[in-house]
């Protein structure tokens, strides 16, 4: 059996906040409308797992998901081939893992989160991944 990838998507908590999406337990990833982000739901596998990460307010992972269903057609989009996957969460980390502390640690300053700081849905190598909910789990 394959290992399960790792992914980073972002939200603003304004719009969808980890809360929300804990009391919902679960949601369809919809509206992504970017070309590199859809080619990154649909290379999404059942069972993946997700860092969580609010944007524009807060800026920080703040939880872990998994990937409950493969992409799927967006019902969200009026025109196009855009797709959604569906997301449960697992866990929210103890401690945020702020945007300044991922800028400032010597392995994860260019993880895609900072390269590419526009992208919503993007991979994550795994020892990155183990790194920032490791980050998370500490105290500070």
């Known amino acids: 059996m394959p290992t399960a990838a790792c992914w980073l998507v972002k939200q603003e908590p304004t719009a969808y906040s980890w809360s929300q999406f804990v009391t919902d337990g679960k949601t369809a990833w919809t509206g992504v409308r970017n070309f590199q982000a ?33 992409a799927y057609p967006d019902p969200t989009a009026t025109e196009g081939e855009w797709y959604c996957v569906d997301l449960v969460p697992e866990e929210a980390l103890p401690h ?11 392995t994860l300053s260019t993880i895609p989160l900072i390269r590419q700081s526009r992208l919503s849905v993007m991979p994550m190598e795994a020892a990155d991944f183990a790194a920032i909910v490791s980050l998370g789990e500490r105290s500070r």
């Open 38 to 70: 859809r080619k990154n739901l649909l290379a999404m596998r059942k069972g993946d797992r997700v860092l969580f990460y609010h944007s524009v307010v807060g800026k920080a992972v703040v939880g872990i998901a998994r990937v409950e269903k493969e």
């Open 96 to 106: 945020p893992v702020t945007l300044e502390t991922l800028k400032q640690h010597p």
